[in-house]
């Protein structure tokens, strides 16, 4: 074909244009959807809990992203700094997954645990309270406004069209307690949902008020199980070196 | 349009012309060529050193350019080489191992393995390597709560830069606290006390440290914590001096940990604190650090906070 006939004709133009960008963008991602080792085989890796869950929605709601990536790279500055290197298998039921290339504040990827839950609930309330030097800005309104659950079910449903199994017939339900344990296979269950969120509220009582169950209930849940999954002290050290 | 073709060094024209500004066919200079294939070139040399092309399940490993690390076996304790293709895992575990900086780390580290707390704390040089090495670790771990230079937040997180500790300021105790983690806890005296009984105690509790001076109340207060009505005595002992077993606090000095008694401006505030504390409890938290830290970095850290105002 004539070039001429390409650059006078607008549609034309932008098809062929499309379908070379989108070489570029196959060529990168198809084979990793068929290479073994992409995802590592991990215990103990699962989908978030309902709370969880509504946790990581004020996560995106608020931009937390914006700021803090979850992605600890394999540096040696990383790896003192944060713990160890994140695996893919940890976000593979993210959607969407929180990497993220920015890091204004720190890389949240391992934060679950390593403050308690009063710290949190401070510090997301008045950042300055707890760290002078912090240039985080206030979010007092998680520990003032209730969370809303009411549509927890319909937000499991979606993810788990997206292949995260939530499961919601007897079947799929057995399918998780094989692969997850009982324990969990229950948290999961898409008809429990907000049964099991309270329940998890009301032990864990991640905000410090037992009376309520807020948002920064929820958000203060999600960041205490980030990166807490895997148990890496049952591996070899270098273990999941080949993996790539 | 053939005319032009003669005024711009001979170059011929493409044919296109637009509102009268022409396209020649003048090559593109010399050097972008030669720089366009150099890249070509090491692109090619790319795909054979490094992880390169898809092929089937796998992927093209590359050569010549092969990673060893050391792995220790977790059940037999067996130490052994690997050797594997270039990747971006393998080369943050050599580096961790065989770095620059990892070896001159590595031989004050196996010093400080071997050495006791008194050993470090005697020895200068290790402990000019404690501090500056431990400067790190507690400010990626233990600043954000106990603050950057250890004077914690009053009523939050306890200072570590004084001489007064909930758990105890011997090495041993830093130590155990740091690995372990601590649960200190209070419990609600909700509907425990009349408003009269609850003022007696708060009274009494601030007497201690010289705030309140009502003598009546000082006396009912101290009634209540000592006798079964409070039972304050079973954690913070019949002197007020805390416990260290349960991290219970000293009431008997002007050091706040709970209670934010400082700030409040007068008695009757200060007294409320107190009230609130009593009235709703109180529960802290500090997460122990053996799986986040290795061995040797909670004996620096140990040494470090020891240092910082008052190690026992």
Not at chain 2, 6 to 19: I, R
Not at chain 2, 50 to 79: H, L, Q, R, S
Not at chain 2, 90 to 100: P, S, V
Request: hydrophobic share 35%; charged share 20%.
């Amino acid at each position: 074909m004539k070039h001429d006939k390409i650059e006078k004709n607008l549609g034309l133009l932008m098809l062929f244009t499309m379908v070379v960008i989108s070489i570029g963008g196959l060529v990168e991602i198809v084979p990793l959807f068929h290479i073994n080792d992409t995802i590592e085989k991990v215990d103990g890796v699962r989908p978030y809990t309902p709370l969880e869950l509504r946790g990581r929605d004020i996560y995106q709601r608020e931009g937390c992203y914006l700021c803090h990536s979850q992605m600890i790279r394999p540096f040696r500055d990383e790896a003192l700094r944060y713990g160890h290197y994140s695996l893919a298998a940890e976000s593979k039921y993210d959607h969407p997954f929180q990497w993220g290339s920015k890091r204004t504040g720190p890389d949240l990827a391992r934060v679950g645990g390593k403050y308690s839950n009063e710290w949190q609930v401070q510090h997301l309330k008045a950042p300055r309270s707890v760290v002078p030097e912090s240039i985080m800005p206030n979010y007092p309104w998680l520990l003032e406004n209730d969370l809303d659950f009411s549509d927890m079910a319909d937000r499991m449903r979606a993810l788990k069209k997206v292949g995260v199994p939530y499961s919601e017939s007897k079947a799929e339900y057995e399918a998780n307690v094989k692969e997850f344990g009982q324990d969990v296979a229950e948290m999961l269950d898409i008809q429990k949902a907000q049964e099991n969120l309270i329940k998890q509220a009301q032990t864990g009582n991640y905000d410090g008020d037992a009376t309520r169950i807020t948002e920064m209930e929820a958000m203060v849940a999600y960041l205490q199980m980030l990166g807490t999954l895997v148990d890496f002290s049952q591996y070899d050290e270098g273990h999941f070196v080949q993996f790539r | 349009m053939s005319n032009t073709n003669q005024k711009s060094g001979g170059a011929a024209s493409t044919g296109h012309s637009w509102d009268g500004i022409e396209e020649l066919t003048n090559p593109v200079p010399r050097w972008w060529i030669w720089s366009f294939y150099f890249t070509v070139v090491i692109c090619i040399i790319y795909w054979i050193v490094y992880p390169a092309w898809p092929v089937g399940k796998g992927f093209t490993t590359g050569t010549f350019n092969d990673i060893t690390y050391n792995v220790v076996d977790k059940n037999t304790g067996e130490a052994k080489e690997v050797t594997t293709h270039w990747n971006t895992r393998a080369l943050f575990m050599a580096d961790m191992q065989r770095g620059k900086e990892a070896l001159k780390q590595k031989a004050y580290m196996d010093e400080v393995s071997k050495a006791s707390f008194d050993e470090i704390l005697a020895d200068p040089e290790k402990m000019a390597f404690a501090r500056s090495l431990a400067k790190g670790i507690y400010g990626d771990n233990c600043a954000a709560c106990h603050g950057s230079g250890g004077t914690g937040v009053v009523g939050l997180f306890p200072n570590l830069a004084d001489d007064d500790w909930l758990w105890g300021g011997k090495v041993e105790q830093i130590q155990a606290t740091i690995e372990h983690g601590r649960q200190g806890f209070m419990p609600a005296y909700t509907d425990t006390f009349t408003a009269e009984q609850l003022d007696a105690v708060a009274e009494y509790v601030l007497s201690l440290s010289g705030h309140s001076v009502d003598e009546n109340k000082v006396a009912t207060g101290k009634r209540i914590f000592n006798g079964q009505e409070g039972g304050c005595y079973y954690c913070h002992t019949t002197n007020a001096t805390g416990m260290l077993s349960v991290g219970s606090a000293n009431l008997t000095d002007s050091i706040w940990t709970v209670a934010n008694v400082p700030a409040a401006s007068n008695l009757e505030a200060k007294k409320d604190t107190v009230k609130s504390v009593v009235t709703n409890g109180i529960s802290r938290k500090m997460p122990g650090w053996s799986e986040r830290l290795s061995a040797n970095d909670i004996k620096l850290l140990t040494v470090f906070i020891h240092e910082l105002g008052g190690g026992k």
